[in-house]
């Protein structure tokens, strides 16, 4: 069996000691806060994800960036020169190009390093959702499974990765042209926090609203108590965008609840988060459908 190295992007939020412990490669994407130009790390060494979150309440400017197909060429290619194959799963490709410019990339790979095994899988899934299903490949890859059995398995798995969100600030969706400005705005008014997946198509869409914030965090350990599978022994990936107590708070509810015992909680990156905004929490488990 050829030795392989499993890829995904920063996009997928794994804290960096996740990613050391699996041996997960981790491509950084691009975002942009009031003009200056970082990184997105695992260990978030370019920019502290609390400074982050401070300058988006203070009113500052975040842009994203996809890779592009040459920063996949220049980071599989020593790899494919080593002679180790790629599995690369991937942001979806229902809210970035990512995946598309992948692709590019690996038709040229291809050509040129054709006795070397390339799979590019698109999660269809975001933030710790991906990194919830790229940490699932991870443990088979140390199991000894093949590429293709890791590969295979995350195809046939990803409809069942559950992706739920709320949001604290309705005017990041509303940049986004997920709500409209005057759903914003009178959202704010009366306290609406929508409750939103990511759909079976990749795309992030909004499906209850709940006045309130605390029911709307009740809303996501409700979704998981409808259609967790085997939660107990489950692993339960949480992330937030710089509201640590209320994720604990969800992990709570979903411990007494739903008896789980594996709970990683992390931030929201600034990739994801330059769109969800501040106060985001999120909640990725197994489950029947998404």
Avoid at 13 to 26: C, G, K, S, W
Avoid at 134 to 156: H, I
Avoid at 180 to 194: E, H, N, Q, R, Y
């Amino acid at each position: 069996m050829s030795d392989y190295v499993l890829f995904t992007d920063s996009t997928a939020d794994l804290p960096q000691h996740l990613v050391e412990q699996l041996e997960i490669a981790v491509i950084p994407l691009l975002f942009e806060l009031d003009g200056q130009s970082y990184y997105n790390y695992p260990d978030n060494h370019e920019l502290d994800p609390k400074v982050f979150y401070d300058g988006l309440r203070n009113g500052k400017n975040s842009t994203t960036s996809q890779i592009n197909a040459v920063t996949f060429e220049e980071t599989f290619s020593p790899f494919l020169e080593q002679g180790r194959d790629i599995l690369y799963l991937c942001f979806s490709s229902g809210l970035s190009g990512t995946y598309q410019s992948s692709q590019l990339a690996m038709e040229e790979l291809t050509q040129k390093y054709p006795q070397r095994t390339i799979r590019v899988v698109d999660t269809l899934c975001a933030s710790m959702g991906e990194g919830l299903i790229v940490y699932l490949a991870a443990k088979m890859k140390q199991d000894g499974k093949s590429l293709e059995e890791v590969a295979q398995w995350t195809e046939n798995n990803k409809q069942h990765l559950c992706q739920w969100f709320t949001v604290d600030d309705l005017m990041f969706l509303k940049r986004g042209g997920r709500v409209s400005s005057t759903a914003a705005v009178f959202g704010t008014m009366l306290g609406i926090k929508p409750v939103l997946h990511v759909d079976s198509e990749g795309h992030l869409i909004p499906m209850q609203k709940v006045r309130g914030r605390k029911a709307s965090l009740d809303a996501l350990v409700q979704r998981m108590v409808d259609t967790a599978t085997a939660p107990k022994n489950s692993t339960v990936f949480i992330s937030h965008g710089d509201c640590e107590q209320d994720a604990q708070y969800v992990a709570e509810q979903i411990r007494q609840k739903l008896h789980v015992q594996d709970i990683v909680i992390n931030f929201i990156g600034p990739v994801i988060g330059s769109h969800s905004g501040p106060g985001t929490v999120a909640l990725f488990f197994i489950g029947t459908q998404r």
